[in-house]
């Protein structure tokens, strides 16, 4: 079995009988562990867009696990797995075309950050929202059991900073994942996304400015990808894992 089942305590930041929890009082699991060895490369050739990765953060460090008996988090969530080097290829489309039907995201990786780290979809072990339940470090990553290090959403180390437009990963379809802010600068919300947690507008996609279909991070749930568009490759280097909607019901809902 590929996953833990979660965290062992709900936190006080959540709230269950409001279904809401409040991520600016969520706290982390401890350490700035740097990865030296990470290692990211895209490369694009005939219809393929080629991405490899290590699996080990770039540009941000991770958070000490196993999670230390010592560390306020394991009141919560008692992680022991440890971060280990991957090998991973996503051979995607280019130009990715929608599916004649969407697709439930699957468990282990739908699709890979800019931070060379995979993303998983938003549920934790035991279908709840693993960004609201599972303690995470500070750039919202941690290993399960195969040693695999993933984020449930697209980070605040990531999306802070970033401008409108912005490509941040790619989707195990082909399709990009983009951040994108309202004429006051602020994220999109999920009442601005289909049932995919994506929409068609204009970016910068395969290096020119054009309208086309993305999905987008919100600080909502599901955060990135709820379905896939199009039709998801496999992973190289990773088992494939059952199908299982990011749609448990009721989530708690993201932070106001």
């Known amino acids: 079995m590929l996953f833990r089942s979660g965290a062992q305590a709900v936190g006080p930041w959540i709230d269950p009988a409001a279904g809401i929890w409040d991520a600016t009082a969520k706290i982390?699991?401890?350490?700035?562990?740097?990865?030296?060895?990470?290692?990211w490369a895209v490369r694009v050739g005939g219809q393929t867009r080629t991405v490899t990765t290590n699996d080990?953060?770039?540009?941000?460090t991770s958070g000490t696990f196993p999670v230390a008996a010592t560390d306020p988090a394991a009141v919560y969530d008692r992680n022991p797995n440890r971060i280990a080097e991957q090998s991973l290829t996503f051979r995607l489309p280019l130009s990715p075309r929608p599916a004649s039907a969407p697709a439930c995201t699957s468990l282990g990786a739908i699709g890979v950050l800019v931070?060379?780290?995979?993303?998983?979809?938003a549920l934790d072990g035991e279908g709840r929202d693993a960004v609201a339940?599972?303690?995470?470090?500070?750039?919202?990553?941690?290993?399960e059991r195969s040693s695999v290090y993933h984020h449930h959403d697209v980070p605040s180390c990531l999306l802070d900073a970033a401008r409108s437009g912005t490509l941040v990963g790619f989707a195990r379809d082909g399709y990009g994942i983009y951040i994108e802010r309202d004429a006051h600068?602020?994220?999109?919300?999920?009442?601005?996304?289909?049932?995919?947690?994506?929409?068609?507008?204009?970016?910068t996609w395969n290096g020119r400015r054009q309208?086309?279909?993305h999905y987008v991070a919100t600080?909502?749930?599901?955060?990135?990808?709820?379905?896939?568009?199009?039709?998801?490759?496999?992973?190289?280097?990773?088992?494939?894992?059952?199908?299982?909607?990011?749609?448990?019901?009721?989530p708690p809902a993201g932070a106001p």
């Open 28 to 39: 982390h699991v401890a350490g700035a562990v740097s990865w030296p060895n990470a290692a």
């Open 56 to 60: 080990l953060p770039r540009g941000h």
């Open 115 to 121: 931070d060379g780290v995979v993303l998983f979809n």
């Open 133 to 143: 339940h599972e303690v995470l470090d500070s750039c919202s990553g941690h290993p």
């Open 185 to 203: 600068g602020d994220l999109l919300t999920n009442a601005s996304l289909d049932a995919c947690h994506g929409r068609t507008s204009v970016v």
């Open 211 to 213: 309208p086309v279909y």
């Open 219 to 250: 600080r909502g749930y599901p955060y990135t990808v709820g379905c896939y568009h199009g039709t998801p490759v496999a992973v190289e280097g990773m088992a494939e894992q059952r199908a299982r909607p990011a749609q448990p019901g009721p």
